[in-house]
């Protein structure tokens, strides 16, 4: 069973960047791609980016691109989100899903989420 | 990008009734690439429903998915106290996946 384990809450001010981690256990993160999923108080799912690992690219929305960078340690099966240049509309919870190998599937896992307040 | 609309925005509803959400796509969706996900408040969201009609693993019967192109409908059949949530509809057709606005299930 795929469990997302995700960092905890974060404040930063306006202007900061924040990174968010997310730990995989019960598969190898190498072989997974990780969603990253945003929700504002209140609104709906957001698609942030995610990764592709048939062909190893990482792809994001394009509201984000130039603002987020995803990554991985694969020598921790960790994957991380940063988000920079943050303003009070990012603040939200932040969520890694994965529906397992392919990057087309839908999300049959999701970390708890990690809510990022941005405040002065 | 593909997007998705749902409606109705708010579905009030008795329990034991049945609901009809529905998820209106910008362009055609294959079938094989769309899930519904329901979100209880102060919790993370759980798939219900993937490639149109395919229950996720647990997901008890009330819950039926249909559809094809640009039309998906998730029916649930009696409505128990634990439905009462939102329902959000997505599509992995095309990068990037996007989400529906949702649909809040409420008690009437």
């Known amino acids: 069973q795929v469990q997302l384990v995700q960092s905890g809450a974060e404040v930063k001010k306006p202007g900061a960047s924040v990174k968010v981690s997310c730990k995989v256990s019960?598969?190898?993160?190498?072989?997974?791609?990780i969603h990253w999923v945003r929700q504002a108080p209140g609104k709906g799912l957001e698609w942030m980016g995610g990764f592709d690992p048939e062909d190893g690219e990482t792809f994001s929305a394009q509201r984000f691109q130039g603002r987020v960078t995803m990554t991985e340690d694969t020598s921790t099966d960790t994957a991380y989100m940063e988000l920079s240049s943050l303003r009070s509309e990012d603040t939200a919870v932040y969520y890694c899903?994965?529906?397992?190998?392919?990057?087309?599937?839908?999300?049959?896992?999701w970390g708890r989420g990690t809510l990022v307040t941005v405040s002065s | 990008e593909v997007v998705l609309t749902q409606s109705p925005g708010t579905l009030s509803l008795s329990p034991g009734e049945r609901a009809t959400l529905s998820c209106r796509a910008s362009q055609s969706v294959s079938s094989r690439y769309l899930a519904w996900y329901q979100q209880r408040p102060g919790q993370t969201p759980r798939l219900l429903i993937y490639g149109t009609s395919s229950r996720a693993t647990g997901i008890p019967g009330r819950f039926s998915g249909s559809g094809s192109g640009t039309d998906f409908t998730l029916t649930i059949s009696r409505l128990e106290p634990e439905d009462f949530a939102v329902y959000y509809c997505q599509q992995y057709n095309r990068s990037p996946p996007t989400f529906g606005q949702g649909t809040k299930v409420e008690i009437k």
């Open positions: 019960g598969n190898i993160l190498s072989e997974m791609s």
């Open positions: 899903a994965t529906g397992g190998g392919s990057y087309y599937s839908p999300f049959d896992f």
